[in-house]
């Protein structure tokens, strides 16, 4: 299972990641295992009293017996205090924002990458899409001429 934020990686240039544990409930973990979470408006706040992840929409799972589920609650990040300690640093030293980018299973667990992201300007995004359809054109041009 590996669930992306490709929004964010358009949108943004990553400085640096993290990786963070998340805080579930066991039919939370079920429904992201079967792909049914989705990263659309989700964002990282930071508050005194720790890193919460806001927006991330996590479907019910189908077998849940919970009838009052809110599937775009706010949870909890499991980081150190030393990390949360370094990211606020850098984010008010450099202006800088911290967005989700991917969910992804370590073992039994399930983590989530979150990084420290830059927003990009409408010419660089122009940029990486002329990129992407002249490296597409190359591509065909070369599988066809073999």
């Known amino acids: ?18 990786e963070a544990g998340l805080e579930l409930t066991g039919a939370e973990v079920k429904s992201i295992r079967s792909g049914g979470a989705n990263f659309a408006g989700a964002r990282v706040l930071l508050q005194a009293n ?5 927006g991330l929409n996590i479907q019910k799972y ?11 609650r706010t949870r909890k ?10 990211i606020q640093t850098k ?8 967005v989700p980018l991917k969910l992804y299973n370590k073992g039994s667990l399930v983590k ?7 927003g990009k300007k409408k010419f660089e995004k122009r940029e990486l ?18």
């Open 91 to 98: 984010m008010r030293s450099a202006g800088l924002t911290l």
């Open 129 to 146: 899409i002329k990129k992407r359809v002249s490296n597409l054109s190359l591509a065909r041009r070369l599988k066809t001429n073999r």
């Open 62 to 72: 189908k077998f849940s017996s919970l009838p009052d589920y809110d599937p775009a």
């Open 1 to 18: 299972m590996n669930i992306q934020n490709k929004k964010a990686y358009f949108d943004y240039e990553i400085i640096e990641s993290f």
């Open 50 to 54: 720790g890193a919460y992840l806001i």
């Open 77 to 86: 990040l499991l980081l150190h205090k030393t990390e949360i300690v370094a």
């Open 112 to 118: 989530i990458e979150i990084a420290l992201v830059r």
